[in-house]
């Protein structure tokens, strides 16, 4: 089993940036690949960014690539996303997930594990 947390969301302005954390708690293995998800009102859970546990491999969504960064601290069990140059369409709840091995790293049907998720809101 594992567990995880998120932090970080909120409300800012178009432009700004905010970070994301995901504490993982309970099983954790290098074969073990985090993601990112959201989802905004009405709209299908659509996949945002994803790293290995041990930092081996990243993947991003189009739509944030070169705005948003994805990383993972081993050693306090937690991965964050680094998210710049916020748009309103960035606006969504965003969930941690967890699942096992890389494949299918973009299909949030195949993550196990699932945080509560966070607001994050941008105004324009």
């Known amino acids: 089993q594992m567990q995880l947390v998120e932090s970080g969301g909120g409300l800012v302005q178009a432009g700004d940036s905010l970070r994301l954390s995901c504490a993982a708690s309970g099983r954790t293995f290098m074969q073990t690949t985090m993601g990112w998800f959201r989802q905004a009102p009405g709209k299908e859970r659509e996949f945002v960014a994803a790293v290995t546990w041990s930092g081996s491999a990243a993947d991003y969504a189009d739509s944030v690539k070169d705005r948003f960064a994805i990383s993972a601290d081993n050693a306090k069990n937690t991965y964050s996303l680094q998210m710049n140059n916020l748009k309103p369409e960035d606006t969504a709840v965003y969930y941690c997930?967890?699942?096992?091995?890389?494949?299918?790293?973009?299909?949030?049907?195949?993550?196990?594990?699932w945080g509560q998720g966070t607001q994050v809101t941008v105004s324009s």
């Open positions: 997930a967890a699942k096992s091995g890389w494949v299918g790293h973009t299909t949030k049907n195949a993550y196990i594990y």
